[in-house]
């Protein structure tokens, strides 16, 4: 059994160690530089503020030019209508149902045939603060545009704009809205960031399809040679009784002597950062739950309907009425209710068919609504939360998930169905804010935990935070480059040398030395 040991994390080691040390370099840069994201706070700075003025058609006829209308007046898709600025101008943002992004012009009413290039260049230079722009080229997909969120805007128009970020702004080539952005810093450390942890190397190409299973195996052999070298490290240990050369560890070498002090100091660490880093892409569907899942459709009441929908133009009035400046309108329904959320720099109003819902929506209609979500379990426990907790965290901007929505205060209702499901709901709102039931909340601990230590209270502890984890990532680079080294030499001395390998060689009366 301890010469597989010592076989597996030899080989292994060989063949791992350098994607290893990629891995821990790469996920010190994303500590402070993520993979690029336009996040709705970042797109809404971009935008004017939507004028009543001339604006804007009825949503039922922006709905029959965008093919999406149906004979009762509700819409092809649930999902939410957006009216936005693409170039300045108001348009309203559809989904037609088949993952195509449909847009049409709020004051004409006609659907935009697309965008070509010069809509493009317009649209980048107005959301740059007219800053100047040169087109760079059409992507169906690149480096920073792997993201399955932007697949409804494919292919993209690639904008480079001269601001004091030197961004690319990535253009819907169906709406004509930026989609997305990354700034230079992005692009330059995203290389070995972000791009190099997540073997986006593998993104793209001939082994796209193959980049899932990639990634996992990998992981997973990685995650064997940490545990073959923790228990090689234990092994090799002397506890009691040192070796010859004075020493607890019997390697004489500089390099493999600080391989097996880092091993035995930080192999835990190790191993629990690459088996989370694995459970990340939900391997084998572990954390996917069977049984029935909460229906939002029920949630909402219905598909949205155009008929009993507030109309843009009477929205926009009325909160001007209010001295409320917003970028962008959204449509939602919450129990039959329809209800339209106006975006600002920072700020978010409801308004529903009554008016202008300064402390948000009446709770019994989210609370009526929550219940038919789950129709044959019941809500057992409804919590306010006040402040984030284990379950419910936020995250800065550049982080994997730091585009989600988490305002507060907010509440959580615990249902009694097999899969004990949990949902979270903005009460201002209506909106829901996260499912997690009992699989995803044993996702967020061997995941969201061990790969990040992202306890709020944790995370409200900086520098202290950062210090831990960069001197963690550190101590595992020092860890793989260091059997970089010693597997190099050890594939050195096979090469030169036909001599089979028989273990430990003692080489004098006060040291030894270990072929690794």
Not at 20 to 49: C, N
Not at 397 to 426: A, C, K, Q, Y
Request: net charge positive; glycine share 12%; hydrophobic share 45%.
């Amino acid at each position: 059994m301890k010469r597989w040991l010592y076989l597996v994390h030899r080989w292994f080691g060989i063949a791992l160690c350098l994607v290893m040390a990629l891995w821990f370099l790469s996920g010190i840069v994303m500590l402070y530089v993520g993979y690029p994201k336009l996040t709705d706070e970042e797109r809404w700075q971009g935008l004017p503020a939507l004028r009543a003025e001339g604006c804007c058609v009825p949503l039922a006829q922006a709905l029959q030019a965008a093919g999406l209308a149906g004979g009762d007046g509700a819409a092809a898709a649930a999902m939410g209508w957006r009216l936005t600025s693409v170039a300045g101008e108001p348009t309203f943002i559809f989904n037609d149902g088949t993952k195509l992004a449909v847009a049409v012009g709020a004051r004409s009413g006609e659907r935009v045939q697309g965008a070509g290039v010069l809509d493009a260049l317009r649209a980048a230079r107005h959301f740059a603060g007219e800053a100047s722009a040169q087109y760079v080229g059409t992507v169906q997909e690149d480096a920073w545009t792997h993201s399955r969120a932007i697949d409804a805007h494919r292919p993209l128009h690639r904008i480079a704009v001269d601001d004091a970020q030197s961004r690319w702004l990535y253009i819907s080539s169906h709406t004509g809205e930026v989609v997305r952005d990354a700034t230079l810093t992005e692009r330059r450390w995203g290389w070995i960031g972000a791009w190099l942890h997540w073997l986006y190397i593998f993104r793209g190409g001939a082994l796209n399809p193959w980049w899932t299973d990639i990634v996992i195996g990998l992981a997973l052999a990685g995650g064997v040679l940490s545990i073959a070298g923790m228990a090689v490290g234990i092994l090799r240990w002397r506890w009691c009784r040192p070796y010859r050369n004075g020493r607890r560890t019997p390697y004489g070498g500089f390099v493999a002597r600080w391989h097996h002090w880092l091993g035995l100091g930080g192999g835990a660490l190790a191993v629990t950062w690459v088996i989370s880093g694995l459970l990340s892409m939900n391997p084998w569907k572990v954390f996917d739950s069977g049984g029935v899942k909460p229906d939002r459709l029920a949630y909402a009441g219905g598909s949205l309907q155009a008929a009993q929908a507030p109309e843009a133009a009477a929205a926009l009035a009325q909160l001007r009425s209010h001295g409320v400046a917003v970028k962008e309108l959204e449509w939602r329904r919450v129990g039959g209710t329809h209800v339209v959320l106006a975006h600002g720099a920072g700020i978010t109003q409801v308004l529903d068919a009554q008016g202008l819902r300064d402390e948000g929506l009446p709770a019994s209609l989210w609370q009526a609504a929550a219940r038919t979500l789950l129709p044959r379990a019941r809500i057992v426990e409804a919590q306010q939360l006040a402040d984030f907790d284990r379950y419910y965290v936020t995250r800065e901007p550049h982080t994997m998930t730091g585009h989600r929505e988490r305002p507060l205060p907010v509440w959580r209702l615990r249902f009694d169905d097999p899969n004990e499901t949990w949902v979270t709901i903005d009460p201002r709102t209506g909106g829901i804010l996260q499912i997690i039931d009992g699989h995803r909340r044993a996702e967020r601990w061997l995941f969201g935990f061990l790969h990040s230590f992202d306890l709020p209270l944790l995370l409200r502890s900086r520098p202290p935070w950062d210090i831990g984890m960069v001197g963690f990532s550190f101590a595992g680079l020092g860890l793989s480059l260091t059997g970089v080294v010693t597997g190099w030499r050890r594939l050195r001395r096979r090469s030169g040398s036909r001599m089979p390998y028989r273990g430990v060689r003692a080489t004098g009366p006060d040291r030894s030395s270990t072929r690794l």
